[in-house]
């Protein structure tokens, strides 16, 4: 008796964060963290100086007055084009693994590598030009000692920890504010649920938690090898980690070789290649519409409005 009470419940009443489990999470505050650490590590992020041609940084590639991405299908790296499209450094923190392959593991591994490929680092150099600078040794004094490899890194990782956007318009309606997504966001949200698109963008990044196959229902066209390259591993072929959708209307263009200029034409492939459907213009719209209520706030601005 009482589940068919619970039953007929459960087809009478909407469906609302009290009856079902919502596949998407609201954002987690930002990881606390030593401010001077964080300060320290904002000067170094957007200083050229750790580049070995003295001309590129951080923020050469990862914009954080626009998406914490570059807006280019490639970036080129100091050895050359690169095959990766640049990921936002947003909420990079709360990704389970990072870059397209999800071959790194922590934020320090990933700062090494930039560091070095991104930006062809001379360490001796560099090191000689900070203990050299007027301001370098005073802020790295009381937090790290020396100046060294090491204290750069954990300066740089820990104002990556910084770097989270909440306040977008999904997580203040994933805690209640029903109002806080147009009808047509909302109507876009339960499409993103029924089409299956949260089974891979899921959780607080909306993504970020998981490796899927890019082509399941069809071959998707490039020649990316996907993880494949990293462990040579056949099952491994294609296979991606799911990127992170948060602020994902701020960031074009999209997929790993940036080939994709629009949302329209993502959502459209997606659902072609992800979930073998055709989905009419007006759902791609809908779901447009949603997508753009992912877009939450660094230091009290939006970030497609950021200066
Ligand atoms: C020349 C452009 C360029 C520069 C300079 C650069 N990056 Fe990146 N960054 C990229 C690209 C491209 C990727 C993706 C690499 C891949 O997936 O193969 C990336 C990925 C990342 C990611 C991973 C994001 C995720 O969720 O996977 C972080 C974090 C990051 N960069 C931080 C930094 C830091 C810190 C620096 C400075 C030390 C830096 N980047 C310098 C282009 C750049
Ligand atoms: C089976 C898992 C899976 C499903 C289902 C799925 N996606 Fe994806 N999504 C991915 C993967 C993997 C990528 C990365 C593609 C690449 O490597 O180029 C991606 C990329 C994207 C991107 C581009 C993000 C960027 O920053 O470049 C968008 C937008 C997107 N998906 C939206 C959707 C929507 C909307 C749906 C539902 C219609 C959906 N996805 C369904 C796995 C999935």
Same mark, same amino acid.
């Given at each position: 008796?009482?589940?068919?009470?619970?039953?007929?419940?459960?087809?009478?009443? %909407?469906?609302?964060?009290?009856?079902?489990?919502?596949?998407?999470?609201?954002?987690? %505050?930002?990881?606390?963290?030593?401010?001077?650490?964080?300060?320290?590590?904002?000067?170094?992020?957007?200083?050229?100086?750790?580049?070995?041609? +003295?001309?590129?940084?951080?923020?050469?590639?990862?914009?954080?007055?626009?998406?914490?991405?570059?807006?280019?299908?490639?970036?080129?790296?100091?050895?050359? %084009?690169?095959?990766?499209?640049?990921?936002?450094?947003?909420?990079?923190?709360?990704?389970?693994?990072? =870059?397209?392959? +999800?071959?790194?593991?922590?934020?320090?591994?990933?700062?090494?590598?930039?560091?070095?490929?991104?930006?062809?680092?001379?360490?001796?150099?560099?090191?000689?030009?900070?203990?050299?600078?007027? #301001?370098?040794?005073?802020?790295?004094?009381?937090?790290?000692?020396?100046?060294?490899?090491? +204290?750069?890194?954990?300066?740089?990782?820990?104002?990556?920890?910084?770097?989270?956007?909440?306040?977008?318009?999904?997580?203040?309606?994933?805690?209640?504010?029903?109002?806080?997504? &147009?009808?047509?966001?909302?109507?876009?949200?339960?499409?993103? !649920?029924?089409?299956?698109?949260?089974?891979? =963008?899921?959780?607080?990044?909306?993504?970020?938690?998981?490796?899927?196959?890019?082509?399941?229902?069809?071959?998707?066209?490039?020649?990316?090898?996907?993880?494949?390259?990293? &462990?040579? !591993?056949?099952?491994?072929?294609?296979?991606?980690?799911?990127?992170?959708?948060?602020?994902?209307?701020?960031?074009?263009?999209?997929?790993?070789?940036?080939?994709?200029?629009?949302?329209? !034409?993502?959502?459209?492939?997606?659902?072609?290649?992800?979930?073998?459907?055709?989905?009419? !213009?007006?759902?791609?719209? #809908?779901?447009?519409?949603?997508? =753009?209520?992912?877009?939450? =706030?660094?230091? +009290?601005?939006?970030?497609?409005?950021? %200066?």
């Amino acid at each position: 008796m009482t589940r068919i009470v619970v039953f007929l419940l459960w087809i009478v009443l %909407p469906p609302g964060p009290l009856f079902s489990a919502e596949p998407l999470l609201p954002l987690p %505050p930002p990881p606390a963290v030593s401010r001077d650490k964080a300060a320290l590590g904002e000067r170094l992020f957007h200083d050229p100086r750790l580049s070995g041609s +003295g001309r590129l940084s951080c923020a050469s590639c990862h914009r954080l007055e626009s998406g914490g991405d570059d807006g280019l299908p490639l970036p080129s790296v100091p050895t050359g %084009p690169y095959p990766h499209n640049t990921p936002t450094v947003f909420n990079a923190v709360f990704n389970f693994r990072l =870059h397209w392959y +999800g071959d790194l593991h922590s934020l320090q591994k990933q700062a090494l590598v930039a560091l070095q490929r991104d930006m062809q680092v001379d360490w001796m150099r560099v090191l000689k030009r900070l203990r050299a600078d007027r #301001l370098y040794p005073r802020l790295f004094k009381p937090l790290y000692g020396i100046i060294d490899a090491d +204290g750069i890194i954990d300066a740089l990782v820990t104002f990556e920890r910084t770097l989270v956007t909440p306040n977008a318009p999904i997580d203040r309606f994933l805690r209640g504010e029903t109002a806080a997504l &147009t009808p047509r966001q909302r109507q876009g949200y339960r499409l993103f !649920k029924q089409y299956g698109c949260s089974a891979c =963008h899921q959780g607080a990044n909306i993504g970020g938690n998981l490796y899927q196959k890019l082509g399941i229902f069809g071959e998707y066209d490039t020649r990316d090898p996907g993880r494949f390259a990293i &462990t040579g !591993k056949s099952e491994d072929l294609r296979i991606f980690r799911v990127p992170s959708l948060r602020n994902v209307a701020v960031t074009a263009p999209y997929f790993h070789d940036g080939r994709v200029e629009t949302l329209e !034409k993502a959502v459209a492939l997606m659902a072609e290649y992800q979930l073998g459907t055709r989905m009419s !213009k007006e759902d791609i719209a #809908l779901i447009v519409e949603f997508l =753009h209520s992912l877009t939450g =706030h660094y230091r +009290g601005r939006a970030l497609g409005d950021m %200066p």
